[in-house]
């Protein structure tokens, strides 16, 4: 059974920052490529930042800088980490796992930033 776990959000004041995890199991997560996707009320999913089997990674330009995405190939994890957030970064954080035709999403996480 695939499962993907994610957790480490919460409420932060801007400037702040958080650290997410995605904890996954039932796939050969070595394999995929890995993102954290990111969803604000009345707006669209958008991807944040993603890593390959490779380490190869990508940002959005509104996270460059500040955001962190990194793996752990031996604790099946994948990780986001969150520096400087603004209140424009409040939403609902997501992992997915994409390898061939399989794509696999976790249920999120809330991250609010708020003074």
């Known amino acids: 059974q695939v499962q993907l776990v994610e957790s480490g959000g919460g409420l932060v004041q801007p400037g702040g920052s958080l650290r997410l995890s995605c904890a996954t199991s039932?796939?050969?997560?070595?394999?995929?490529?890995m993102t954290w996707y990111r969803q604000a009320p009345g707006k669209e999913r958008e991807l944040v930042a993603g890593?390959?089997?490779?380490?190869?990674?990508n940002y959005a330009d509104s996270v460059k800088g500040r955001f962190t995405i990194s793996r752990d190939d031996a604790k099946s994890t994948v990780y986001l980490q969150m520096n400087s957030l603004k209140l424009e970064d409040t939403a609902v954080y997501s992992c997915?796992?994409?390898?061939?035709?399989?794509?696999?999403w976790g249920q999120g996480t809330q991250v609010t930033v708020s003074s």
């Open positions: 039932g796939f050969t997560f070595s394999n995929y490529y």
């Open positions: 997915n796992a994409k390898y061939l035709w399989k794509s696999y």
């Open positions: 890593i390959t089997n490779g380490r190869s990674t």
